[in-house]
């Protein structure tokens, strides 16, 4: 096995990275927003790759993950489409309508909505469209929302991580590991079923005294009408037809993003009036270009070979205390990463690494699901964790100003205190079910 020596290649890259990521993770102190921070290294990255001769345009482009932009950007355009129809806003007055006054009931109906359109939809997306029906049902019930709200988030940051297309980590990892929509979710299913159960008990337990006042008569009086019936139901038997292809997806040599521009394209002929540019313009191109410039980034320095250096000082590490304990730790430092600050840069920053430690003839089979499991668990633990997250105290916020009451709103200390200990106990049954059946993940074939 060659020995990779120190050089200055080496150096310029990790400095870049460091920095990057370094005024992406800081964001909230310097006001830089993260996108321009990943797009200012992405620049640098290239031109000095290309100065110290080890990158370079090319190889930037080639380094970027067009699967993971192209099926975001087409699942983005679809939502776009399915919302304005209002069948979204339909199912949730169906939901609030069945509880009949049962708070414990409808927290679990709106969140089992919520994580199983997690499962096909981003999670920030499942937030956006469900964060105001909420509020508008618990002001009619005249009920807190904030446990309606959190519940929302937790539950669905954890559906998400159940499938391939869940969640944007999920993607970049599917994506550099080359697995399969069928293959991830049978790994990643059953663990987030158990910790998915855990995060409804734990709910009832922690918001007990919220969940047991007596709500007033539900009257949602400015109830919207289904108004394009063709359209939502067409968009619906065409996610019917995307989830087939995602789980034949190998078998027809088609990539994920493929099947999102065929379900796309037909949506767009069913619905023949709406307006594409205004569809169109529902894409979070912010998001986008934040994915590119970080695959961009970590390309350069994949280039330069410093994250093949650090891999072969993993390797005696994982030789001396065995691949089972390096998942359990790479679990749990994932969660943790992914609490203080996003998931997206950590699980970017860790992809190579993981790439490397297999070119030195390591079997990190595991490590693939030790990370999925960590960064989509740890999403949980504080506001910061996820956009989702970030979304759903920005309406509560909004919501405590509009009402001139403070405690409406969800702060990060009142997160914190809920949130951790329900990123805790899913990590805990986590380690115990990767523990237990570690010879499944192991020899996944991955």
Not at 221 to 234: F, I, N
Not at 256 to 283: H, N
Not at 315 to 329: A, H, K, N, R, W
Request: charged fraction near 10%; glycine fraction near 8%.
């Amino acid at each position: 096995m060659e020995i990779l020596v120190w050089n200055n290649e080496m150096l310029v890259s990790a400095v870049i990275l460091v920095i990057t990521f370094g005024a992406i993770f800081t964001e909230g102190i310097h006001g830089v927003h993260r996108v321009k921070s990943a797009m200012a290294g992405a620049a640098v990255m290239i031109l000095a790759g290309q100065m110290f001769g080890f990158y370079n345009p090319e190889e930037a482009v080639e380094a970027i993950d067009w699967n993971v932009v192209f099926l975001l950007g087409g699942m983005m355009t679809i939502v776009a489409i399915m919302i304005p129809t209002g069948g979204f806003q339909q199912l949730a007055y169906k939901i609030a309508d069945f509880s009949k006054g049962r708070l414990f009931l409808l927290l679990a109906l709106m969140g089992t909505l919520v994580t199983v359109l997690s499962l096909l939809l981003d999670n920030v997306t499942t937030v956006v469209i469900f964060g105001p029906l909420i509020i508008l049902i618990c002001k009619s019930l005249r009920v807190s929302a904030i446990p309606f709200l959190l519940a929302a988030a937790l539950l669905s940051d954890t559906g998400g991580v159940a499938t391939l297309v869940g969640d944007p980590p999920n993607l970049m990892i599917g994506s550099a590991a080359d697995i399969d929509f069928v293959t991830f979710a049978k790994h990643m299913f059953p663990m987030v079923f158990c910790a998915w159960i855990a995060i409804l008990f734990f709910l009832r337990i922690l918001f007990k005294k919220e969940l047991s006042v007596t709500p007033a008569p539900l009257e949602l009086t400015d109830r919207e009408p289904l108004s394009d019936p063709k359209t939502w139901y067409g968009a619906l038997a065409v996610l019917g037809i995307m989830v087939i292809g995602f789980i034949m997806h190998n078998a027809l040599h088609w990539e994920p993003w493929f099947v999102t521009a065929i379900g796309l394209t037909l949506l767009v002929f069913i619905s023949k009036d709406i307006d594409l540019e205004e569809s169109f313009a529902e894409i979070e191109l912010a998001l986008l270009m934040f994915f590119i410039s970080l695959f961009i980034i970590v390309g350069g320095v994949e280039h330069s070979e410093f994250l093949m250096y650090i891999g072969q000082f993993v390797i005696p590490f994982v030789e001396s205390y065995g691949l089972l304990t390096t998942c359990i730790i790479l679990l749990w430092v994932a969660a943790i990463m992914s609490a203080a600050i996003d998931n997206i840069p950590f699980t970017a920053a860790m992809i190579p690494i993981i790439l490397g430690m297999e070119a030195q003839g390591i079997n990190v089979s595991p490590l693939w699901w030790a990370l999925a499991a960590g960064v989509g668990m740890g999403g949980n633990g504080t506001h910061l964790g996820s956009t989702a997250n970030v979304f759903i105290v920005t309406i509560s916020e909004k919501m405590a100003k509009d009402a001139g009451d403070p405690s409406l709103a969800i702060t990060p200390g009142l997160w914190f205190r809920k949130g951790l200990p329900v990123m805790l106990i899913t990590l805990v049954i986590c380690t115990v079910i990767m523990t237990t059946f570690f010879s499944f993940f192991e020899n996944s074939g991955v």
